[in-house]
C-alpha cells in the first residue's frame, strides 16, 4: 500500500532556530499533502494544505510566517518551523491521499518537535 | 461544515470484552466516514471506511463500524479486545470524496485494555 515517510522523526532545537520537516510519499504522486499538529493527549488540529506547485491554503489561526510549507515536487512536501518557541513543541503529522483517488488519507509516523 | 464528537476520552474495558467507541457527527450534506487508529509515537492507521453502499463496515483487526444516517452516528466496535489495541482512536468525517478535501477529526478516545 500507499507509505507517506515523514524525516526527522524526533527533534530537539534551540529556541529561536528554525526546523525543516520533510514529508515524502513513497511510490506514489501526491498532488496535496496535509499537516496536522497533535498536542499531548489531544486530537490532530489541520494546519495546512500542502499543493504542488503552488502556495499552500492554510486553515483559521495558523501563521504562515511561522510554519512554511513547500511542496516543490509530487512526492516531497516540506514544513518549517521558524524561529521556533517550546510553544512550538508538538507532535507534526503529514498526510497524502492514497493512490486508489478515494478520499482516505495515508500518515506518515510524525515528526516530535521539542523546543528548548 | 463538519463536525465530529467523540462522548468518550477514555474507555477502559477488560481483555477479551466487547468495546464500543461512540462517534456522532454533524453536517449538512452527505458524508465519509473514518475511523483511525494511532499507537504510542505514532503515524494515524486507517483502520476502516464508509464511502456508500452497506452500513457495516468491517475493518482491519476486528474492528467493525456501523452508519447510522438518522442519528448521525459511526459507533466503532469490536465483540473481544485484546491487550494489543490499546492506543487512541480517532473518528473522521469528509464531506467530499474529492481527494483535496480536508478531513476533520474526532478529540479521540483512549481504549485502556485491562488484563
Known amino acids: 500500500g500507499a507509505v507517506v515517510s515523514q524525516h526527522p522523526s524526533w527533534v530537539i532545537c534551540k529556541s529561536g532556530t528554525s526546523v525543516k520537516i520533510e514529508c515524502r510519499s513513497l511510490d506514489f504522486q501526491a498532488t496535496t499533502m496535509f499537516w496536522y499538529r497533535q498536542f499531548p493527549k489531544q486530537s490532530l488540529m489541520l494546519m495546512a494544505t500542502?499543493?504542488?506547485?503552488?502556495?499552500?491554503?492554510?486553515e483559521q489561526g495558523v501563521e504562515k510566517d511561522k510554519f512554511l510549507i513547500n511542496h516543490a515536487s509530487l512526492t516531497l512536501s516540506t514544513l518549517t518551523v521558524t524561529s521556533a518557541h517550546p510553544e512550538d513543541s508538538s507532535f507534526y503529522i503529514c498526510?497524502?491521499?492514497?493512490?486508489?483517488?478515494?478520499?482516505?488519507?495515508?500518515f506518515g509516523a510524525g515528526s516530535r518537535l521539542t523546543v528548548l | 461544515a463538519q463536525s465530529v464528537t467523540q462522548l468518550d476520552s477514555q474507555v477502559p474495558v477488560f481483555e477479551e470484552a466487547p468495546v464500543e467507541l461512540r462517534c456522532n457527527y454533524s453536517s449538512s450534506v452527505s458524508v465519509y466516514l473514518f475511523w483511525y487508529v494511532q499507537y504510542p509515537n505514532q503515524g494515524l492507521q486507517l483502520l476502516l471506511k464508509?464511502?456508500?453502499?452497506?452500513?457495516l463496515v468491517k475493518g482491519i483487526n476486528g474492528f467493525e463500524a456501523e452508519f447510522n444516517k438518522s442519528q448521525t452516528s459511526f459507533h466503532l466496535r469490536k465483540p473481544s479486545v485484546h491487550i494489543s489495541d490499546t492506543a487512541e482512536y480517532f473518528c473522521?468525517?469528509?464531506?467530499?470524496?474529492?481527494?483535496?478535501?480536508?478531513?476533520?477529526f474526532g478529540k479521540g478516545t483512549r481504549l485502556h485494555i485491562l488484563p
Open positions: 498526510s497524502a491521499h492514497e493512490v486508489s483517488g478515494a478520499n482516505v488519507l495515508t
Open positions: 473522521a468525517v469528509s464531506e467530499s470524496r474529492n481527494r483535496d478535501d480536508k478531513i476533520i
Open positions: 464508509y464511502l456508500s453502499g452497506s452500513t
Open positions: 500542502s499543493n504542488e506547485g503552488s502556495k499552500a491554503t492554510y
